[in-house]
């Protein structure tokens, strides 16, 4: 089983290199599920019900979020009415939607995704170690690959996610910081991890926004507007592949074969 999974879309520039990268990525590479991070499309914060359906039309299976997932109003009625838009499941209980999406990829495989959010240096939220222990139970037994994204600030927290997860979860991959890590490795129970997948934009901003305005900030420390940059637009990406006919780890998972980095550029 081959799955990609995408890192922050950044606005309208990450939406247009997925709707024309993505098809024929799919098509040459044999992919049988596509992930995505999006809560950054809607002009770099947040998303929207007519972006969400957009992104799904593309090709892409499940989008999950993080700590952008409210900043458009518009998101917390259609949320509920779409299982496979998710939210980090340690937000506070209550909070609309959900996030666990179990579904069924192209090969007819069972697969489980679920999105989780650190807590160092973002605002509080419920333990995401309990968080997934006590989602990862709700889940059959007949759902043999799962996949966890954890949108967390620090490498260390993500890196003490993906080992508290070997050997439960198929893949463990890092969103949130846009920037991607080369520590892509398969742990020693057969979990996928990488700490940060990195963002699908443009590259010549800094993190996705016009660098301008950024820097005057850091240096005068003043509230100013951000705008998603231009220039140097790049699909940041990477490929899991998975262990079919070997044994499964001790939770009864698929155990990942590879995982791999991807960077493409709009033509």
């Known amino acids: 089983m081959r799955v990609l999974f995408i890192g922050d879309i950044?606005?309208?520039?990450?939406?247009?290199?997925?709707?024309?990268?993505?098809?024929?990525?799919?098509?040459?590479?044999?992919?049988?599920?596509?992930?995505?991070?999006?809560?950054?499309?809607?002009?770099?914060?947040?998303?929207?019900?007519?972006?969400?359906?957009?992104?799904?039309?593309?090709?892409?299976?499940?989008?999950?979020?993080?700590?952008?997932?409210?900043?458009?109003?518009?998101?917390?009625?259609f949320m509920p009415h779409e299982p496979r838009l998710l939210r980090p499941a340690n937000f506070a209980e209550g909070n609309p939607g959900s996030g666990l999406y179990v579904g069924t990829a192209k090969n007819g495989v069972k697969y489980a995704v679920l999105n989780l959010q650190g807590r160092v240096f973002l605002p509080p939220n419920d333990d995401p170690f309990k968080k997934a222990d006590s989602e990862l139970e709700k889940l059959p037994s007949d759902v043999p690959f799962v996949l966890v994204d954890i949108h967390a600030e620090t490498t260390s927290e993500k890196i003490a996610f993906g080992w508290y997860l070997d050997g439960r979860a198929t893949a463990v991959v890092g969103t949130h910081t846009h920037v991607s890590t080369a520590d892509e490795r398969v742990l020693p129970e057969g979990t996928a991890y990488i700490t940060d997948v990195g963002m699908t934009g443009p590259q010549e901003g800094i993190i996705g926004m016009e660098r301008a305005a950024i820097i005057k900030k850091f240096i005068n420390g003043l509230p100013t507007r951000f705008e998603v940059a231009s220039g140097d637009i790049q699909m940041n990406a990477v490929m899991i592949e998975t262990d079919d006919a070997g044994p499964r780890n001790h939770a009864g998972r698929m155990r990942a074969k590879s995982i791999g980095r991807l960077r493409l550029r709009l033509d």
């Not at 992930?35 to 809607?42: D, L, P, R």
């Not at 998303?47 to 957009?54: L, M, V």
């Open 10 to 77: 950044v606005g309208s520039p990450g939406r247009q290199i997925v709707r024309d990268r993505l098809g024929d990525l799919v098509e040459h590479q044999h992919i049988d599920l596509v992930i995505a991070n999006g809560e950054n499309s809607a002009s770099g914060f947040g998303i929207t019900p007519r972006i969400a359906e957009e992104l799904f039309q593309y090709g892409i299976a499940v989008i999950t979020g993080g700590n952008h997932s409210w900043d458009r109003k518009e998101i917390f009625d």
